[in-house]
Nanobody, 121 residues
Framework: QVVESGGGLVQAGDSLRLSCAAS????????MGWFRQAPGKDREFVAGINWSGGRTYYADSVKGRFSISRDNAKNTVYLQMNSLKPEDTAVYSCAADRTAWGTPQAPYDDWGQGTQVTVSS
């Protein structure tokens, strides 16, 4: 089970840090990913991180602005979002990757309910 937090309403150019707390599994064995879904659009991959935190992956639309990290001692993965744009508005969800690699194409499961991020212009 994963639970996201940290969303909110911000202005363009602001920053937010999302958190995803996991329970009920050996967190350090799994890759983790952040995804987002805007109204009327498909869910898209945002960022992923492997089991150790040594490899990260980003969608082109967020490279240089977003940063994913994890703290295995706290069973938590983070998404630091800087220079937010109105087009970043979406529900952000995290999920676990059983293969441990956190790649965009990994078979993610155990999705959270998501946290809303709204960026005003």
């Amino acid at each position: 089970q994963v639970v996201e937090s940290g969303g909110g309403l911000v202005q363009a150019g602001d920053s937010l840090r999302l958190s995803c707390a996991a329970s009920g599994r050996t967190f350090g064995d799994y890759g983790m990913g952040w995804f987002r879904q805007a109204p009327g659009k498909d869910r898209e991959f945002v960022a992923g991180i492997n089991w150790s935190g040594g490899r990260t992956y980003y969608a082109d639309s967020v490279k240089g602005r977003f940063s994913i990290s994890r703290d295995n001692a706290k069973n938590t993965v983070y998404l630091q979002m800087n220079s937010l744009k109105p087009e970043d508005t979406a529900v952000y969800s995290c999920a676990a990757d059983r293969t441990a690699w956190g790649t965009p194409q990994a078979p993610y499961d155990d999705w959270g309910q998501g946290t809303q991020v709204t960026v005003s212009s």
